[in-house]
């Protein structure tokens, strides 16, 4: 079993930043992908960014290339999404996700799921 933690969620002008925290409860040596999604209000959960613990390859989604950038610290057990350049359209709430396997952009795939946190920003 899996548990993820979310933090770092908040209120922020357009055009700043915020930083999510995924705190991982353990890891493991198969491969796994850890994977931010995020949902607004009357929309479907839409991938935005994963990582493979394995190696660090990344995936983004087209929408937030160049302003989001996920990384982790395997000393920490901790997935980080730094979010830059923050515009009223990424306003949703974000969830951390974890699979068995590559990084998929379909959230059925996914195995675990943190609470998430609300990211609101203003125009």
């Known amino acids: 079993q899996v548990q993820l933690v979310e933090s770092g969620g908040g209120l922020v002008q357009a055009g700043g930043s915020l930083r999510l925290s995924c705190v991982v409860s353990?890891?493991?040596?198969?491969?796994?992908?850890m994977t931010w999604f995020r949902q607004a209000p009357g929309k479907e959960r839409e991938f935005v960014a994963g990582?493979?613990?394995?190696?660090?390859?990344?995936r983004h989604a087209d929408s937030v290339k160049g302003r989001f950038t996920i990384s982790r610290d395997n000393a920490k057990n901790t997935v980080y999404l730094q979010m830059n350049n923050l515009e009223p359209e990424d306003t949703a709430v974000y969830y951390c996700?974890?699979?068995?396997?590559?990084?998929?952009?379909?959230?059925?795939?996914?195995?675990?799921w943190g609470q998430g946190t609300q990211v609101t920003v203003s125009s």
């Open positions: 996700a974890a699979r068995r396997g590559l990084i998929s952009v379909n959230p059925n795939e996914y195995d675990y």
């Open positions: 353990r890891r493991t040596s198969r491969p796994y992908a």
């Open positions: 990582i493979m613990w394995s190696d660090s390859s990344t």
